[in-house]
């Protein structure tokens, strides 16, 4: 059985073996910057670099704190409720910040991001399709 699927946006991201990284926007308060970050279905959550919260003006270690475990061991993070963008999609999310300054890069995760959407990759052409879940 056949089954189609509609999307409206779609992002062409870098053919690369570290994975599939995308730029998104985070917004918090006036503040609105945007970085890159992988995209992991498997990740609980969305997780940010310590260094992007503090550019948001966050006061990190005031958010909701969360223990996340890794394949290298424990990782303690904090949340905060802010606007996250990808493509012309947006949503308000629960992102995670690093507790500590360091960590290599930030992850589109299950709750905060994929929960948000819906997804299909296209790997072989390097092509994400997305729509807002609700749609």
């Not at 498997?42 to 969360?66: H, K, M, T």
């Not at 709750?111 to 299909?120: E, I, V």
Request: contains cysteine; hydrophobic residues 40%; proline residues 4%.
């Amino acid at each position: 059985m056949r089954t189609t699927l509609t999307f409206t946006e779609t992002i062409s991201y870098e053919d690369s073996i570290v994975g599939i990284t995308i730029p998104v926007m985070l917004g918090h308060r006036s503040a609105v910057i945007q970085e890159q970050a992988k995209v992991d279905p498997g990740a609980e959550v969305c997780l940010f670099r310590y260094e992007v919260g503090s550019r948001l003006g966050i006061p990190i270690e005031q958010g909701v704190p969360i223990t996340l475990e890794t394949l290298a061991g424990s990782l303690e993070a904090f949340g905060h409720e802010l606007t996250l963008q990808t493509g012309d999609l947006v949503f308000q999310s629960m992102v995670y910040f690093a507790k500590y300054p360091g960590l290599p890069r930030n992850v589109l995760g299950r709750r905060g991001w994929l929960r948000n959407l819906r997804l299909a990759v296209i790997d072989y052409d390097n092509l994400l399709y997305l729509s807002a879940y609700d749609d």
